[in-house]
């Protein structure tokens, strides 16, 4: 048998600092060492705090992460919070660990001229020195400073003055001083890079506190403002139900899955409690579990506990920082590889090579019937992406709502208690919160109804009078009865799923469902 091509090795350079403030010249230096040096990335590692600077003089760390991230705007800079979740604090000691944490990599420290000369004033540097090549950009008005200084002469005989590409590659200590790094980058290379001309991140990761790895590919989480004014210009007024979750909203939600009516919470549950061990038996032992939309930690917790011998968790989401707080959570309970990633569901998503061992299969898990509030064409886009991540021999754990009496529908979407109506109220509160838009939030009432046409849950807002809506200088009127559509929610019945599978590369192995057949567990397979 053939042996496997051991893939490359990822070569990183590393650009610390307390970035207080980032600025164009942490961005400049970043895209010349892309260059100069041939890298596939460069790490900002955001520390929260410099053991030779006044801590007074920090901005709020979180403040700091944002900035840097608006600063770098480049898909291969990644702003990375691995000294602050690590509770690192000295140089020395963050590339000990990052270095034993990505054993897959090859990695360079990036610092400016200014940095060489105060050098020999952190902390066991001259460890540092032997753990990684070091590349530094000279800086105006520093380079005499730095030329003198006492690491420059004691580290003078291990200087290279050869082409930078060959510097990653050199065991440590190895050093080069680029002289020629007075100017800014030069307009055309800033267009090129706004115009999209540089290389994917789809490969290419950071280490994450806890976690084998963050990978954000920048998913389009909406602009609130622009999706109210182009889904009121509809003739039919919509509203993406992505915009029910803001902290009010996600509350509410909470409310709506402990009530009476709400079947689908507690039916789920019971779907997979009473079927576990053929559930988590499915997949065998050593498989690796890919969650889409990373939900409530109960779900894949049992999951994970079920499974036999588990050898990694990647959690997806487009919440990046719900995602990183699941992810963690997950991360600090199992003995296992945690990662994340943050995408949306129709995104391309590669699973880096080497970040985990190599499991038996990948299993997709979405649960909840979140499917649902996708079109029938809408799931089978996302379920031929999620082939083409988890890859051949794959299974998929899918959680879907059946078709069931109208009435039970109807109910559960229109409950006595009024939650679901304050659920779907919120989004024009939230209009009201953060866009300031002038409306009255009494003139409308929720609306919610099976379309037995479309198989599917819709639910509105309905105006009860005439009325408007107005958002800046635009004002959109409301006749009465006129309705702001808000989401929709699929049911199927299993040979409308089995149609569903067969416009993808996945096939119905088995369906677990309740005693009165309301909801089902789906087992996939692409094998």
């Not at 998503?349 to 299969?361: C, T």
Request: proline residues 6%.
């Amino acid at each position: 048998m053939a042996s496997k091509p051991i893939a490359p090795r990822r070569r990183i350079g590393l650009l610390g600092g307390s970035f207080n403030p980032a600025h164009a010249g942490h961005r400049e230096i970043s895209l010349e060492a892309l260059k100069r040096l041939d890298l596939d990335a460069v790490w900002w590692l955001i520390t929260p705090g410099n053991p030779l600077k006044d801590p007074a003089s920090y901005e709020a760390y979180d403040d700091r992460l944002h900035q840097a991230r608006a600063i770098a705007s480049h898909p291969n800079i990644v702003v990375s919070d691995f000294e602050q979740r690590r509770g690192l604090q000295y140089t020395v000691d963050t590339l000990t660990q990052i270095k034993d944490d990505n054993p897959g990599a090859t990695f360079v420290w990036l610092m400016g001229a200014d940095s060489l000369a105060s050098f020999h004033k952190w902390k066991d540097w001259r460890r540092i020195a032997e753990l990684v090549p070091i590349a530094v950009f000279n800086r105006p008005g520093y380079r005499s400073e730095a030329l003198k200084s006492e690491a420059f002469e004691a580290l003078a005989s291990f200087r290279i003055n050869s082409d930078g590409e060959s510097l990653v590659d050199r065991e440590p200590p190895a050093w080069i001083y680029f002289e020629d790094t007075d100017n800014p980058l030069s307009s055309t290379a800033l267009r090129n890079t706004a115009n999209g001309n540089a290389s994917s991140l789809t490969d290419l990761t950071a280490p994450y506190g806890p976690l084998a790895f963050f990978l954000d590919l920048h998913p389009a989480v909406g602009d609130f403002r622009a999706d109210v004014m182009e889904g009121f210009s509809q003739p039919q007024r919509s509203l993406s139900p992505k915009y029910f979750y803001d902290e009010i909203g996600s509350r509410l939600f909470r409310k709506i899955t402990e009530l009476p009516e709400y079947y689908p919470t507690r039916t789920e549950k019971a779907v997979f409690l009473d079927n576990a061990s053929d559930i988590t038996a499915a997949p065998g032992a050593n498989a690796a579990i890919f969650e889409y939309g990373s939900g409530a930690s109960e779900k894949i917790e049992w999951l994970l506990n079920g499974l036999a011998d588990p050898c990694a968790y990647v959690a997806m989401d487009i919440s990046r920082d719900y995602l990183i707080d699941s992810a963690t959570a997950i991360a600090e309970k199992f003995d296992l590889p945690v990662a994340a990633v943050c995408a949306d569901f129709y995104g391309h998503v590669k699973i880096p090579e080497g970040a985990f061992p190599e499991p038996r299969r990948w299993m997709g898990f979405f649960p909840g019937s979140t499917i649902g509030n996708m079109t029938p064409e809408e799931a089978a886009r996302f379920l031929r992406r999620a082939g083409a991540t988890l890859g051949e021999d794959a299974q998929f754990l899918l959680g879907v709502d059946l078709e069931k009496d109208p009435a039970i529908l109807n109910a559960a979407y229109n409950d006595a208690a009024g939650v679901t109506a304050a659920f779907n109220l919120n989004l024009l509160s939230r209009m009201q919160r953060e866009l300031g838009a002038r409306l009255t939030p009494d003139d409308f009432e929720h609306f919610a109804f099976y379309n037995e046409r479309d198989c599917r849950i819709e639910m509105h807002l309905r105006a009860k009078r005439r009325t408007e809506i107005a958002l800046g200088e635009a004002s959109f009127a409301f006749s009465e009865g006129e309705t702001i559509h808000t989401e929709n929610s699929h049911k199927y019945s299993i040979n409308r799923l089995k149609a569903l599978f067969s416009e993808t590369p996945w096939r119905l192995e088995q369906v677990w469902t309740d005693e009165n057949h309301w909801f089902a567990a789906c087992l996939l397979s692409n094998r």
